[in-house]
């Protein structure tokens, strides 16, 4: 069956069965390889994308469910260089091993664009179900009130 998505602005005719998981289309049919596996359920966040500007697993997301809704992964969101999230995570040394780390941004910038100046409980209650194994969390923390700073000007 050809689905047409709407991939980091870009249409894709895909020739994929309706109920294969977004994740796979973008990594496996579309060499899109930053979204990443971590454990096909939802439960840990390596897969997050922004469909619609709002973040979900595209593990659990049947790709004929998306529809003509935008999609935008990892590259999408810095197709024109760093963001102020990635910038922010380079200036507090968040990354460890890296693995969850797109999706960590990926759910960072979309809490970003809904809550510009978010509080610590703020950010917990929007990353707790992003899981890093290296258990950087107070640097993404960190990270995330630089960007707010970033974006705000405050700098």
Request: aromatic residues 4%; charged residues 20%; glycine residues 10%.
């Given at each position: 069956m050809s689905i047409l998505l709407s991939v980091n602005?870009?249409?894709?005719?895909?020739?994929v069965e309706p109920d294969t998981p977004l994740l796979w289309v973008l990594r496996?049919?579309?060499?899109?390889?930053?979204?990443?596996?971590?454990?096909?359920?939802?439960?840990c966040g390596a897969c997050t994308v922004h469909i619609d500007g709002k973040a979900v697993r595209s593990c659990s997301v049947k790709v004929s469910s998306v529809g003509e809704q935008e999609i935008t992964t990892i590259e999408g969101v810095s197709a024109n260089g760093l963001t102020i999230v990635q910038q922010a995570w380079i200036e507090e040394d968040v990354v460890q091993c890296g693995f969850c780390q797109?999706?960590?941004?990926?759910?960072?910038?979309a809490l970003l664009a809904a809550n510009p100046k978010p509080s610590d409980t703020d950010i917990d209650d929007a990353m707790k179900r992003n899981i890093c194994r290296c258990g950087v969390y107070q640097r993404i923390r960190k990270a995330i009130h630089r960007a707010a700073e970033l974006n705000s000007g405050e700098v």
């Amino acid at each position: 069956m050809s689905i047409l998505l709407s991939v980091n602005g870009t249409k894709y005719p895909v020739d994929v069965e309706p109920d294969t998981p977004l994740l796979w289309v973008l990594r496996d049919t579309l060499g899109l390889t930053g979204t990443k596996y971590g454990c096909g359920v939802s439960l840990c966040g390596a897969c997050t994308v922004h469909i619609d500007g709002k973040a979900v697993r595209s593990c659990s997301v049947k790709v004929s469910s998306v529809g003509e809704q935008e999609i935008t992964t990892i590259e999408g969101v810095s197709a024109n260089g760093l963001t102020i999230v990635q910038q922010a995570w380079i200036e507090e040394d968040v990354v460890q091993c890296g693995f969850c780390q797109s999706g960590q941004v990926m759910a960072a910038t979309a809490l970003l664009a809904a809550n510009p100046k978010p509080s610590d409980t703020d950010i917990d209650d929007a990353m707790k179900r992003n899981i890093c194994r290296c258990g950087v969390y107070q640097r993404i923390r960190k990270a995330i009130h630089r960007a707010a700073e970033l974006n705000s000007g405050e700098v």
